[in-house]
T-cell receptor, first 111, second 114 residues
Framework: AQSVAQPEDQVNVAEGNPLTVKCTYSVSGNPYLFWYVQYPNRGLQFLLKYITGDNLVKGSYGFEAEFNKSQTSFHLKKPSALVSDSALYFCAGYNFNKFYFGSGTKLNVKP | KAGVTQTPRYLIKTRGQQVTLSCSPISGHRSVSWYQQTPGQGLQFLFEYFSETQRNKGNFPGRFSGRQFSNSRSEMNVSTLELGDSALYLC?????????????FGPGTRLLVL
């Protein structure tokens, strides 16, 4: 079965510190991989995607993600967290016209 | 370009009723997907429409149905509502030519079933 896993329900980090939100995937073929962010009472906003090529993908708001095929991972990273980054983050895999979303990770950035 | 819009934003219904939600995609986008978001189940794919045809379907009962009009606007209908249908329903659009590609989400419709 195709799936995307986010092993951490919640990640806590201090403002100014680097952050990592983890994602692993089990999607056949060469899937596209995405990160979305959701703020309270809002829909999901696109952050970045990996299709092919460079394993390090840069996206919106200073976020980047590293694709690792051998570990089937696509972790989201940011060198210096902001309080305003606090939100719910979703990883998604896409193949054959279907999206598979992870369960979401709540990121808390404390001042 | 205007973003994805969903109406209504909030709904309260009682068990057994039916409900229709509406989604207007970004201009030029031909694919519309629907998702159900709940705290316990996360984001679950309902179905996707492309050029008025259902192209993909998730694992939801037949009470959940949808359609897409020639202007790409889409509606989702849930009949015989159950308490467990309370959720945030998200609509997403994409160009959807060869494939879905990047999806752009609307703000959602929050449905409460009493």
């Amino acid at each position: 079965a195709q799936s995307v896993a986010q092993p951490e329900d919640q990640v806590n980090v201090a403002e100014g510190n680097p952050l990592t939100v983890k994602c692993t995937y089990s999607v056949s073929g060469n899937p596209y991989l995405f990160w979305y962010v959701q703020y309270p009472n809002r829909g999901l906003q696109f952050l970045l995607k990996y299709i092919t090529g460079d394993n390090l993908v840069k996206g919106s708001y200073g976020f980047e993600a590293e694709f690792n095929k051998s570990q089937t991972s696509f972790h989201l990273k940011k060198p210096s967290a902001l309080v305003s980054d606090s939100a719910l983050y979703f990883c998604a895999g896409y193949n054959f016209n279907k999206f598979y979303f992870g369960s979401g990770t709540k990121l808390n950035v404390k001042p | 370009k205007a973003g994805v819009t969903q109406t209504p934003r909030y709904l309260i219904k009682t068990r057994g009723q039916q409900v229709t939600l509406s989604c207007s995609p970004i201009s030029g986008h031909r694919s519309v997907s629907w998702y159900q978001q709940t705290p316990g189940q996360g984001l679950q794919f309902l179905f996707e429409y492309f050029s008025e045809t259902q192209r993909n379907k998730g694992n939801f009962p037949g009470r959940f149905s949808g359609r897409q009009f020639s202007n790409s606007r889409s509606e989702m209908n849930v009949s015989t509502l159950e308490l467990g249908d309370s959720a945030l329903y998200l609509c997403a659009s994409s160009p959807g030519l060869v494939d879905l590609g990047t999806q752009y989400f609307g703000p959602g419709t929050r449905l409460l079933v009493l």
